[in-house]
Each structure stands twice: as C-alpha cells, then as structure tokens.
C-alpha cells in the first residue's frame, strides 16, 4: 500500500464547476496535511494546508480532513481554466516535518 | 524576506558525468533543507534532508550524495550519473512550521 494514494485522473470539469480532489494516506501519526498545485514543467506551489478535522476554507479552495477514515480531500469552486494542473497531496511522515507525497492527480478545466 | 535559489534550471550531461546541483536560502538562520526528485509520472521521492551543517539524512539508497556545507547552501551531488538519475530534481525548505517551500527546479536530462 502506497503512503499516500491520489486517482492520477486527468479529472476533467467545465469551467465554474466544483472540482473534488482526493487523497488517502497510510500513516495514522501523521498530523499536517497539505495540497500543493504543480504546473507544468513548474515547482509545486503550497495551496493549502490543514491539521484538524473538518473543513478549511481559503478563497475558492476547501480543504476536507477525516482523520478516522485517513482521508483529505479539496474542493475547488468556481474552477477556471488557470486551475489546469496537478495537484499534489502531502502529508507529513512519523509526526516529523518530512513530507511524503502522493503522485498527484491532473484536473483540467474546459471552458 | 526568505526564497530559495536553485541553479541551474536545466541540465543535459552524459552518462558517467558527475553532477552538482546548488541550492541556497536567504532570510532565515538553520533551516531544515530537502531534496526532493520527481521522476517522469511519478511523485515526488524525498532524496536527503539536512537539519544543519554537515548533518546529512539519505532516505533512499541511490547514486547521489548530498552536503551542506554552509548553513544556507545544500549540494545534491554525483560522481557517476545513471540513465536513471534523470529527473526533475527539487530543493526544498521549511523557512517556518512545517510548510515546506520549493525552489524552481532543475530539469536533469542523462543521456
């Protein structure tokens, strides 16, 4: 079983859509969450970030945490075409602030 | 204010070369260092991560070595590239809690 595990889609939604994003992960230590957007031939930009159960909110991004079912999703409202990316979910390892990540999952967003 | 630098942005060499990939952070004192390398359709694989000068952790075996020989500069180092070693390869840092920034990238083609 891999740490962290993301659908590597393309996942595909007309522009002003939701897009769902998820992301399971193995480590039941593990405290900090994060999503990372990754366009392409680009460095992975930190988009959000979340520690406790239940939802975060930042703009048109949502960050959804459970920990019992060790699952973290983003809700994007609102999607644009400049949302066409991959985004990466991370979580950090052993309670310590090395990053494990999953291998990201492609959203495109037609107008 | 605190960035990251990491040259150089792409990087063609031959097969048995060796290698040198600098990065260097401005703003902060100590900080915790990774280099990270993302491999064609794969995810993001943590290579070393450094706490301070000198203190170097591998978190996989492989043909590359690293060293940190000033608080604010981390070497991602080898004496014979692999075909394998291609890559999209990432320092990274964590200028305060656990959120972990990234540099630009070096595109590493081995040929």
């Known amino acids: 079983q891999k740490e962290v595990e993301q659908n590597s889609g393309p996942l595909s939604v007309p522009e002003g859509a939701i897009a769902s994003l998820n992301c399971t992960y193995s480590?039941?230590?593990?405290?900090?969450f994060f999503w990372y957007r990754q366009y392409s031939g680009k460095s992975p930009e930190l988009i959000m970030f979340i520690y406790s159960n239940g939802d975060k909110e930042d703009g048109r991004f949502t960050a959804q945490l459970n920990k019992a079912s060790q699952y973290v999703s983003l809700l994007i409202r609102d999607s644009q075409p400049s949302d066409s990316a991959t985004y990466l979910c991370?979580?950090?390892?052993?309670?310590?602030?090395?990053?494990?990540f999953g291998t990201g999952t492609r959203l495109q967003v037609f107008p | 204010s605190q960035t990251i630098h990491q040259w150089p942005a792409t990087l063609v060499q031959p097969v048995g070369s060796p290698l040198s990939l600098e990065c260097t952070v401005e703003?902060?004192?100590?900080?915790?260092l990774y280099w990270y390398r993302q491999a064609a359709g794969r995810g993001l694989q943590l290579l070393f991560y450094s706490v301070g000068i000198g203190q170097i952790s591998s978190e996989v075996p492989q043909n590359l070595s690293a060293s940190r020989p000033q608080d604010r500069q981390f070497i991602l180092s080898s004496k014979k590239l692999l075909l394998s070693d291609s890559g999209f390869y990432l320092c990274a840092w964590c200028p305060w809690g656990e959120k972990l920034f990234f540099g630009s990238g070096t595109q590493l083609s081995v040929l």
């Open positions: 480590d039941r230590g593990s405290q900090s």
């Open positions: 991370a979580v950090n390892r052993d309670n310590t602030d090395k990053l494990i």
């Open positions: 703003g902060t004192s100590n900080p915790n």
